[in-house]
Nanobody, 132 residues
Framework: QVQLVESGGGSVQAGGSLRLSCAASRSNYSSFCMGWFRQAPGKEREGVALIYPVTGGSRVTYADSVKGRFTISQDNAKKTVYLKMNRLSPEDTAMYYC???????????????????????WGQGTQVTVSS
């Protein structure tokens, strides 16, 4: 079992920045595929960014809507995955969720758009609200 706890959400004005954190309870979380998803009211959950281990490092994938503005990263010592969000717009308003797939499960950028059922563990979410 893996417990994921998100933090860092809040309310900002358009153009502002936030950094979300996702703390994992397992020490081998670095072998997991980790992703950030979001869900706005009345909309389906969508993938935002994911990071997964590859030989010699890690690989990241972003949704087109956040490329160049959002950055996913991880600190293995802190067992934490981050999502730095810059140049936020009202369209980014949503509940943001951290998810994990693994351990050691196959992962690729395609999992950003796969069904949420493909991800084994989910956090409780953190709200991001961007005002114009």
């Amino acid at each position: 079992q893996v417990q994921l706890v998100e933090s860092g959400g809040g309310s900002v004005q358009a153009g502002g920045s936030l950094r979300l954190s996702c703390a994992a309870s397992r020490s081998n979380y670095s072998s997991f595929c980790m992703g950030w998803f979001r869900q706005a009211p009345g909309k389906e959950r969508e993938g935002v960014a994911l990071i997964y281990p590859v030989t010699g490092g890690s690989r990241v994938t972003y949704a087109d809507s956040v490329k160049g503005r959002f950055t996913i990263s991880q600190d293995n010592a802190k067992k934490t995955v981050y999502l730095k969000m810059n140049r936020l717009s009202p369209e980014d308003t949503a509940m943001y969720y951290c998810a994990a797939r693994g351990p050691g499960a196959y992962c690729s950028g395609a999992y950003l758009s796969r069904s949420p059922s493909e991800w084994n563990y989910w956090g409780q979410g953190t709200q991001v609200t961007v005002s114009s």
